[in-house]
């Protein structure tokens, strides 16, 4: 007697620096997994761009690489299903050539352009249309960007993309977006769920230049070519999906009410669900598509693991053939640093702003800052600093959420859960019992959850709930809580007081460029 198969979808996410190809059953069982990597460009300050082919070629790569795996086991593959970062701007021409590089979320070049749009009445609505408030990562700008500094390229752009929707015409020969991309794109009517032609023709493009605006449950078929480069049948579906900052909270099942998800990863962030979009009379928030009838609102934070990273690399140099010698993984040894200093860090504060922000002050003229150093701070003050600072921004997105919904329940997912120092600072930053699900992976399985969906497999993302369970809980320190209440009033203090000599600064870098050395 033959054995059962049972059916998987890969679910591929598609991140600032890699992508990860997992294969999931309908129970969240995780069967084969392959990962690639790709650079993030930083020619300029100001700028982030990358190669979309690149990031296409790779995503092939893992797919490719996971079917291979899947051989050797009983499972039967019923699809692909994509989840892809937010707010890239792909510009191209008639044919689908490519006109420049991919200008990513983390690119601030047009923040000059966001500061004008913040005088103008008519645009500070835009955010109440959307769920975008005014910031240099939303395509919105960079498209303006590029009108005014670029003409020749704007003249030509007879297609606006973003990397999901370049990847799935690659992959299936269709030109569609999902409306979880089109409402992250500050060009998106979130209550008519079409383009908003009012805002179109402020940036002076038409709708016929950006794709069709299906359901994140939409599927095409797979090309012939790609079929067989990746060792799949002609025909296999390919589900559109939606972007990473939604999936998370199916995919560690945080879609309950009063259950948020909180991610550090290369950025950061926190969300929730809602049954329509809610947008924040503050405009401290955002509010993106998830399906049919669910929407996510949250904040996202620009600086996240990446100033651990930059802490690593540029500060303690924990890396190379030295690190390799000691057999020492460098973020473990850094969490080992920081367990001996007390919460807090002495009171020394890092202001976490090296790229600009995001929620909730929607602010590209900030940079980054150690306040309060004394002679008897040391490297292993300023890594726990770090971790606190991460925590001390995402707090503040927190708080602007609570006004939203009672919180019963925080689960987390991201780079960060490896460590258990941070995960506890974070518990008692927040003030709040911290879940951490057996499943971290987030948006890959909520991508493989639509395709299920899509297939009538299961019926909505609720049917996850019971799927992905607690691993670890974290409780807040009380004694740790009430130095970080005091010190966060400090933080938030801070940022009143140094935005505008901050800005001065980043005026000045402006006009004085300088070069990683």
Known sequence: MSEVREAVWIGVDVGTTGVRAMAYTAQGKSV????????????????????????????????????????????????IALSSVMHSFIPQDEQFDLLGNMITWADSRSSNIVHRMEQDEACKQFYFRTGCPLHASYPLAKIIWVKEHQP???DRMAHIGSIKDYMFRLMTGEWVTDKSVASSSGLFNAFTETWDSEI???VG????????VVSTTYSGKLLANVAERLGLPVNTPVVIGATDGVLVNVGIGAV???????????????????????????????????TDTMWVAGGAINNGGMILRWMRDRILHYHGSQMEQLSVDPYDLMTMKARHVPAGSGGLLLMPY??????????????????????NHSRSYMIRATMEGICYSLRFVLDALREFEDVKDIRISGSFTKSELWVQIMSDIFGEHITLPNNSEGASFGAAVLGFISDGTLSDIKDTAELVQPECIYHPKEQNQAVYDELFSIYESLYI?????????VQFQKEHPFSRL
Not at 268 to 279: D, H, S, V, W, Y
Request: one cysteine or more; aromatic letters at 10%; hydrophobic letters at 35%.
């Open 32 to 79: 084969a997994v392959r990962d690639a990597f790709y650079p993030l460009e930083t020619p300029q300050y100001d700028r982030a761009e990358q190669n979309p082919q690149q990031i296409y070629d790779a995503a092939e790569e893992v797919i490719a690489g996971v079917v291979k795996e899947l051989q050797y086991k009983l499972v039967t593959i019923s699809g």
């Open 152 to 154: 020749e390229i704007f």
């Open 200 to 202: 179109l023709d402020y």
């Open 205 to 212: 493009i038409q709708e016929e230049q950006l794709p069709k």
């Open 256 to 290: 309950s009410k009063g259950q948020l998800s909180a991610t550090i990863g290369t950025s950061g962030a926190i969300r929730m669900l809602t049954e329509k979009p809610q947008m924040d009379p503050k405009g401290r928030t955002w509010c993106y598509n998830l």
């Open 354 to 375: 090296f790229t600009g922000e995001r929620a909730p002050y929607w602010n590209s003229d900030l940079r980054g800052a150690f306040v309060g150093l004394s002679l």
């Open 497 to 505: 007081h140094m935005k505008d000599d901050l800005a001065r600064l």
